[in-house]
């Protein structure tokens, strides 16, 4: 779906998460952060107060967190999410899951974070943005696509993006804890977001190039239930498939 602007794509998103939580009100969510999503979690927060969605019944699983930096330095993705969501809404903080930051056993972690997503019955909707280098969550080109929740490496392109949520560069942390491409895979159903024209190029080289792991994203064209929703920057170097065949 197409739609106009930043703010638009959050109200879409925003109502296809409220249809969710109307067919099955104990959906367990999974929880992209980023600058795309803050327009979702704007008119979530919005439509929560008007009465229109409550989410006291959910479990919530964040995709992805850096590694090595405490939960309470505002870069976080913990932090994040209390700024633009959490501290906002109904949800119940032990049906909220966040991987740790500092976690000494990192594989026990992973394993511990895979068990809680089984345990829950598995991911119902999966909320995505796409990094420009064509990443999911962390999930950073050359990833399996059967990967599961685990400790990678950033790139430097990663690394320079996420500068805005520090201080400077040299705050951002170069590890960072995320959920795998297979975990992603399972869910249920997949929402992808994308807005702005630095999202173009990546954008079309996901839904329309060859399925690849240089490309994660494009691990997306075979999952069973995929929606996309990007603002007309984003999808302004889609090809018009419908056309292009006539
Ligand atoms: C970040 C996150 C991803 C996010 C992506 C795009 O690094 N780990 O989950 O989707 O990059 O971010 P933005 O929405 O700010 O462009």
Redesign the pocket.
Known sequence: MVVEDWDALGRIAALIVAQQLHDNPLSVLAL???????TLYCWLVRMYDEGTVDFSANRTFN??EFYGIDRDNPGS?AAYMRREFFGHVNLRPENINLLDPLAHDVDAECRCYERKIRDAGGIDLAI?????NG????NEPGSPFDSRTRLVR?TPQ?IK??R?FFRDLSEVPHF?L?MGLGTIMEARHVLL????R??AKVIARALQGAVTVACPASVLQQHPKLTVVVDKDAAARLLDVGSRSR
């Not at 995505?128 to 420009?132: E, F, R, T």
């Not at 990443?135 to 962390?138: C, E, Q, R, S, W």
């Not at 977001?193 to 702005?196: F, N, P, Q, T």
């Open positions: 992209p952060t980023g600058k795309t999503p803050l995709l992805d993705f995505l943005g796409i990094g420009q990443h999911l969550a962390f950033l990663t993006d996420n805005s960072a995320t977001l994308a807005s702005g630095r999202k």
